[in-house]
């Protein structure tokens, strides 16, 4: 079985208490491997190494960062095999999505290699002085990340915050921390000195809370549920701490009656289902024209109903098993909701039935018409894959139902007319907008949620600002 280690000064070690945990396959809860499980204590020592590695790292020149970067990505793309295998293993997954996964974010640290050597500073001239402004790492930063996408999440911060010139402790998520431990142990073996990367594994309320609470981590990078964000935040305000946080979404997908119906029910299908809707930005609502609500209606039940799903080791599945059984449980109890409140279930609603899904969590990607926004579904982050149709008039009373939501991370249209296209753009309340595309993650432009869905923004130029202070120097005349 693999065994996972913590990593801390340039060591893997295992927790100062010996404690274990196992991490079993959702698929057909066999274990995958053991892993060390921290406490405070380690979460305190990992701090204290990173704040040493600070001097020398943030000491270095954006030119021999980059050079480490780039090395990292090579290292990364040279274990993409075994990393994504443990990827989903851990979590679930098809295998195919967890390389991309993992061949992704080795992107993510070549661009920031790159970027990384953007960071100029400012020269102002006024009457009696002249002003130096410069960009400075802001020190030791904590990033704590989720299970859906462990290892993008990560390097998402990891590469930022090394390029600025930060070093890190990561808490990986409890019950998915393997790939994304093996993930920073490429980065750090592509010559990072000891201690400017740190791993500790463990629960969110003892690890976590320390490295959010430890004044030595002067920056906190979180992806995760809100209400969890919502904890960090207050806790970090008694050091008045850097905050990005990403958190959770509801996106709405809005099907003007002139778009292209294919495509737009492909998009959805893709964006509902993949991942199993375990995706911050899936879609969780669906406002469709009431005009040609029939035909996308069929065409997305149709795809749904294509999709095939198993063991994510088999190389022809579309989709793997959900992550948990809590997550099934909530799934089930949503579909249950809209039911009771109305709603028509047209396909899914139900667990594949067989042998090889009897051990897994697994679950039939769904779709429900008639929904409104009494039902859980369409005001709660379901987490699962469920597609839930409301039909509209016009677009004002879309724009309406979409905004109509306490979070705001992402929000999709389809048309073929350019005006709808950017007066609808601009009205929806999200940080990042779809137009006639699903996928609002460019890793070269900002991403990050309005309203309850985040704070700041990950990727892009924005990216690696989440790293930097800013100093004024003046210098008299
Ligand atoms: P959680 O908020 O439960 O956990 C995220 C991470 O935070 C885990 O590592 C967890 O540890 C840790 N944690 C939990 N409590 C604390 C605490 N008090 N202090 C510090 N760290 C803590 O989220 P999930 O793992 O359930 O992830 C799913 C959520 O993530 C969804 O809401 C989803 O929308 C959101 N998400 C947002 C994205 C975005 O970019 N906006 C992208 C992807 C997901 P442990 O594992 O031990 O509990």
Redesign the pocket.
Known sequence: MHQSHMLIDGEQVISLSRKTEIIYNPSNQEPVAEVAVGSRQDACLALEAAKRAFLIWSATSCQERAIILHSAADLVRKRVDGIAVLLTLEMGKPLRNARMEVLSSADVLDYYAEEGKRNCGEWISSSHSRSIVLRQPVGVAAL??????PVD?LAWKVAPALASGCTFVA?????APLAATEFVRAVIDAGLPAGAANVVH????TV??E??ENPISRKIA?????E?GR??MAHAAAHIKRLSL????QSPFIVCADSDLQAAAAAAAQRAFSNMGQ??ISVNRIYVAQEVAEPFTEELVRRAERMKIGDGMQTDVDLGPMFSRMLRERTKEHVADAIEKGAELLTGGEEPVGEAYERGYFYRPTVLDNADHRMMVMRE?T?GPVAPIMKFKTLDDAIALANDTEYG?AAYVFTNDLKTALSAAERLEAGGIGVNINNVVDLQAP?G?WKE??LGRELGRYGLEAYLETKHIRLGM
Do not use: R
């Open positions: 704590i990340t989720p299970w859906n996408f999440l808490k990986p998520p409890s019950l463990g629960p969110g309320s976590g809370a490295l959010v979180f992806t995760g549920e809100t969890t904890w960090i990403e958190l959770g979404g995706i911050c982050e987490f991370l991403f949620g869905s985040g």
